[in-house]
């Protein structure tokens, strides 16, 4: 395992998956990152990352699971499939007891620049975090392709899926 070291203002020493938009890297063995990337960030944007309350909640349909995050008036959704992580690579948490949280690593990155711009960790809520794991599950069980799900919800107004999937507070 390798150390990487991450400082706000710094060049983002990770691969980068979302350039424009939002990555939901979760259950690897590396832990759980949201990777947000934006090119040319202005300063409300950077703060609205690092300060405003973190929502969350999660769309599925048939074998997708769909991401939607709220930082302000920022959203994003991010589609999730628990079935590309190679097997040795995966890590899925056992819920021992009803108030388990998810962690959850922010990082925004300045695509135009490659400079990490935002730092934050963040938890789901208990119930999020059970039916985050649930719906994986499922997911991991289900062999259709998730594309003409994914392709269904990308044609929805990003606002309006915020609103579907009905975003709720997560914990600092």
Same mark, same amino acid.
């Given at each position: 395992?390798?150390?990487?070291?991450?400082?706000?203002?710094?060049?983002?020493?990770?691969?980068?998956?979302?350039?424009?938009?939002?990555?939901?890297?979760?259950?690897?063995?590396?832990?759980?990152?949201?990777?947000?990337?934006?090119?040319?960030?202005?300063?409300?944007?950077?703060?609205?990352?690092?300060?405003?309350?973190?929502?969350?909640?999660?769309?599925?349909?048939?074998?997708?699971?769909?991401?939607?995050?709220?930082?302000?008036?920022?959203?994003?959704? @991010?589609?999730?499939?628990?079935?590309?992580? %190679? #097997?040795?690579? &995966?890590?899925?948490?056992?819920?021992?007891? +009803? /108030?388990?949280?998810?962690?959850?690593?922010?990082?925004?990155?300045?695509?135009?620049?490659?400079?990490?711009? @935002?730092?934050?960790?963040?938890?789901?809520? %208990? #119930?999020?975090? &059970?039916?985050?794991?649930?719906?994986?599950? +499922? /997911?991991?069980?289900?062999?259709?392709?998730?594309?003409?799900?994914?392709?269904?919800?990308?044609?929805?107004?990003?606002?309006?899926?915020?609103?579907?999937?009905?975003?709720?507070?997560?914990?600092?």
């Amino acid at each position: 395992m390798n150390l990487v070291t991450l400082s706000r203002g710094k060049e983002y020493p990770l691969p980068i998956r979302a350039h424009e938009g939002a990555a939901a890297n979760f259950l690897t063995d590396g832990g759980n990152l949201l990777q947000i990337g934006m090119p040319n960030l202005v300063r409300t944007e950077v703060r609205s990352i690092r300060q405003d309350p973190m929502k969350a909640d999660i769309v599925v349909d048939g074998p997708l699971i769909l991401w939607v995050f709220q930082f302000g008036t920022l959203i994003f959704d @991010a589609p999730f499939d628990a079935r590309i992580i %190679p #097997a040795h690579a &995966r890590w899925l948490p056992d819920i021992e007891n +009803d /108030q388990q949280r998810l962690a959850i690593e922010v990082h925004l990155v300045d695509t135009a620049t490659n400079v990490l711009r @935002a730092l934050r960790h963040v938890t789901l809520s %208990p #119930a999020l975090t &059970r039916r985050f794991l649930i719906a994986v599950q +499922d /997911q991991l069980a289900d062999p259709r392709d998730s594309t003409p799900f994914l392709r269904r919800w990308n044609s929805i107004a990003i606002n309006q899926v915020a609103t579907l999937a009905q975003v709720e507070r997560c914990g600092a």
